[in-house]
């Protein structure tokens, strides 16, 4: 097992602030992100699916990690990109503006416009991606999302890119919420960085192994968060938060709490086809939000 020194930790998949021309607001992504950090993150993860990430060409994604390097991160340490695209070409496109960047890693999703794809068509197109990389490919940490993607990554599919790829792939972000799944990931690849998604299962995941989360909520509450993957015990705020947000769609909610929190309802603003909450439910989604953490929201 990692040390705890060299275990992932907490990454915060950082929601994308937009201002009224649908523009990515520089300012305010570098300010949240040096919050996140200075709030139990170990990193943050970028163009993620909380931060809108298929919606984000190659132009937006050179201006945020440059505002992020201008502004001072530790790029190395402290950001992870996500690629999340269906083409090949744009999928080695975006990983090399993050590679250039000089990101922690790269959090790697599958092609999800074609579905009903087998193991076979989902490994080549991974080992594509990484031969177009040629030397530079470098920390791969695959995504498994299939409630967005379609495309389920298999054990036998990750074995089989680790086996093929011993220096590229360090890890798995299992979005699935699926506890079967993780804890059979967990029994085949834990010597792999196995992050989780579902913050409902991080607890339990820690204490098989699992190395920590790239997380929405990261965005509200990281230093609960953080405390459960340094501990591995469970904090009873947790699972009624997922299950308020999940009634909506996550990526609006995650912002509708996050204006909510900060007052600031510029944070309020999705990249179409997102759309951002009602007022109705923005306000029902916080008020459960300052019931759970009264302390955090004042």
């Not at 967990?186 to 995941?205: P, T």
């Not at 989360?213 to 509450?221: E, H, K, R, T, V």
């Amino acid at each position: 097992m990692p040390s705890q020194s060299s275990r992932f930790g907490l990454s915060a998949a950082l929601t994308t602030p937009f201002d009224p021309r649908a523009a990515i607001d520089l300012g305010r992504l570098t300010r949240h992100a040096r919050w996140c950090l200075d709030n139990g993150c170990g990193s943050v993860t970028v163009f993620g699916t909380t931060g809108e990430g298929a919606s984000i060409g190659l132009a937006d994604r050179q201006a945020a990690l440059r505002a992020m390097m201008d502004a001072g991160f530790t790029m190395r340490r402290a950001v992870v990109a996500g690629v999340s695209a269906p083409s090949l070409a744009e999928a080695v496109s975006q990983a090399q503006v993050a590679l250039n960047a000089g990101c922690r890693a790269l959090l790697v999703a599958p092609p999800f416009y074609f579905k009903n794809v087998d193991d076979e068509g989902v490994y080549t197109w991974f080992a594509q991606l990484i031969w177009a990389l040629g030397d530079s490919a470098r920390d791969f940490i695959l995504y498994n999302i299939p409630s967005v993607t379609h495309v389920t990554l298999t054990l036998d599919l990750i074995g089989r890119l680790r086996a093929a790829f011993p220096n590229v792939i360090i890890g798995v972000k299992d979005s699935s919420g699926d506890w079967d799944y993780a804890q059979r990931l967990l029994a085949a690849h834990k010597d792999l960085a196995i992050l989780i998604g579902d913050e409902r299962l991080l607890a339990k995941s820690v204490r098989l192994g699992a190395q920590g989360a790239i997380s929405g909520l990261a965005n509200l509450c990281p230093q609960v968060l953080a405390q459960i993957i340094e501990t591995g015990s469970e904090d009873a705020r947790i699972a009624p938060l997922v299950e308020e947000v999940l009634k909506y769609p996550v990526t609006a909610a995650i912002k509708a709490v996050l204006a909510h929190r900060t007052r600031d309802d510029a944070w309020l603003a999705t990249r179409a086809p997102l759309v951002g909450l009602g007022t109705a439910d923005a306000k029902r989604l916080s008020q459960t939000y300052d019931m759970l953490f009264a302390a955090a929201a004042a």
